[in-house]
Structure formats: C-alpha cells, structure tokens
C-alpha cells in the first residue's frame, strides 16, 4: 500500500503515488453540500493522471450520487467517526446508483472497461447508510456501502459500513 501524506492542497509527490487533497478539488465535507459532483470529477482526474490517493480530510461528505471508482485510485480519511460518507438520494429498489462507492455500469459488470479493478486501496472512513431509504419499501440487494466486483490488489482497511440497504461491501 502506498505511503505518504498530503496535508495542504494539491498532489504531493513525496511518495511513489500521488495525493490529492479532496477539499483542495471542489469537496467542502461540510454535512450539507453535495460533494458527489466534486468527488466524481476529481476520481477521473486521479485515474487519468496515471493513478493516485485522494484524502479526504475529516468531515461529513454528502453523496447524492455514487463515486464511481475506478482503477488506480485509493481513498484515504481521517478515521472511523471522523471522516463520513453519506449516501442520501433516495430511489427505487435495485438502482445500483445508491451506493456510496460503486462502478458505472455502462462499463460492464463490475468490469471497469473489460477489466477488472486494480490497485484500489480505501482506509480510514466510515459509510453511514441511514440517508437511503426505498421508494418502494423492498430490501435493495444493490444498495450497498461499496459496490465494487472483480477486484485484483485491493485492499479494505479500518472502515465502518453501516445502516446500508445491502451488504455493507459487496
């Protein structure tokens, strides 16, 4: 797993990857701004770059649309309690859309462009789950904290899912 830190905005290049600060890219993780749009933009940007870390710095980041992951890019917080993700959107069972972290599905099953997820690492954050509710009051097999298959290097480390409408990870 990459090592290094980048306390003040931008990437830093004291480690083999680079770290990209979330909140020096447009995330506020203020607890009531949509960050989904800011976290999107900033994944591509990571992932083109040629792969990275994004830190997101202690706060509450409220996703009214899933963080469509992809290859090369690991998410790193401040720590259980301390760094939150939180799913809010409702919608109707079995929209794959509602998870905290997922893939666009467009690119295939859980298959990020005919190949599998590589090199993604997630540290030190907590998923609450509670802001999703079924417009049709079912069990969504879908909905989930990470929505993620077909994984190859990857690791889950020190992280709370919870109150999700699925599997926690999945």
């Avoid at 917080?77 to 079995?94: C, E, L, M, Q």
């Avoid at 599905?105 to 859980?110: I, L, P």
């Avoid at 109150?163 to 990870?169: C, P, Q």
Wanted: overall charge negative; glycine content about 14%; charged content about 15%.
């Amino acid at each position: 797993y990459p090592t290094g830190s980048s306390s003040s905005g931008g990437a830093s290049s004291s480690s083999a990857l680079s770290w990209y600060n979330a909140k020096s890219y447009g995330a506020k993780g203020d607890g009531s701004t949509d960050d989904s749009t800011a976290l999107n933009a900033l994944i591509r940007t990571v992932h083109d770059a040629g792969g990275g870390v994004i830190y997101c710095p202690e706060g509450v980041y409220i996703l009214n649309e899933q963080m469509n992951w992809l290859s090369e890019v690991s998410l790193v917080g401040d720590g259980v309690g301390h760094t939150i993700f939180k799913p809010t959107r409702n919608g109707a069972t079995y929209d794959v859309s509602h998870s905290a972290i997922g893939y666009n599905a467009s690119n295939g099953y859980g298959i990020a462009n005919g190949e599998p997820f590589r090199n993604c690492h997630f540290r030190d954050f907590e998923i609450d789950g509670s802001g999703i509710v079924s417009t049709d009051g079912h069990y969504c097999v879908r909905i989930k904290g990470i929505y993620l298959q077909y994984l190859v290097n990857c690791t889950f480390t020190n992280l709370y899912i919870h109150d999700t409408m699925a599997t926690g990870l999945g």
